[in-house]
């Protein structure tokens, strides 16, 4: 049962345009939410975070934005640049336990 | 600042065989967490171990078993393996246990386990 789920495996977008990337959850319990990147042959490192308090959190040229009614979250990057390019996963956290539910990752590559 | 590492980085193992993947936390976390990434998957949650015991765990079987020592060094086991036991093992270490702190957890390369 997937509960984080990214549905788009890959985005391609041109250098300096908008990159979004999204990703939907079903459980409600869900109230911390991130964004991780990575590169080939490294680990995920963290990128964003939000709170279920904030409906946007800002950092730099990445923000994401939190729509708890419809369950669904976004990052922006903008402008894109090449070194962007790398997989992209979101991941909710809920109110309880010990343990982060990622999607299945979005493939972003960013065009010189 | 030392940051998460993992051995080894690739192994081949073959089935019913044992395997024993290690990890060293970031400095100054004591909060271990192993995750599985198969192929095309998102990486799921193993199980936590905070303080030595085993805080939280995922939907895995018990072959999947794990120690954390008192440098909060870490080691997961797999007993038994199976052909779809084949992925990349991460291991994540954090400040505290839980949601303490911003709650992102700092990865290792990771182990990639292929089992034949």
């Known amino acids: 049962d997937q509960q984080v789920k990214q549905n788009s495996p890959s985005l391609s977008v041109q250098e300096g345009r908008i990159s979004i990337l999204n990703c939907d959850y079903t459980n409600s319990m869900f109230d911390y939410f991130l964004w991780y990147k990575k590169y080939p042959a490294e680990g995920p490192t963290f990128l964003i975070s939000i709170s279920s308090i904030k409906d946007k959190n800002e950092d730099g040229r990445f923000t994401v934005f939190l729509n708890k009614s419809a369950k669904h979250l976004s990052l922006h990057i903008v402008p894109s640049q090449p070194g962007d390019s790398a997989v992209y996963f979101c991941a909710a956290h809920p109110n309880t336990g010990n343990q982060f539910y990622f999607g299945t990752g979005t493939s972003l590559t960013v065009i010189p | 600042e030392t940051g998460v590492t993992q051995s080894p980085t690739h192994l081949i193992k073959t089935r019913g065989q044992q395997v024993t993947l290690r990890c060293s936390s970031q400095?100054?976390?004591?909060?271990v967490s192993w995750y599985q990434q198969a192929l095309g998957q998102g990486p799921q949650f193993i199980f936590q171990?905070?303080?030595?015991?085993?805080?939280g765990r995922g939907n895995f079987p018990p072959r999947f078993s794990g120690l954390q020592f008192p440098n909060y060094s870490s080691e997961l086991n797999v007993n038994a393996l199976e052909l779809d036991d084949s992925a990349l093992y991460l291991c994540a270490s954090s400040p505290r246990g839980g949601r303490a702190g911003s709650g992102e957890l700092f990865f290792g390369e990771g182990s990639r386990l292929t089992v034949l």
């Open positions: 400095s100054g976390h004591n909060t």
């Open positions: 171990y905070y303080r030595e015991e085993e805080n």
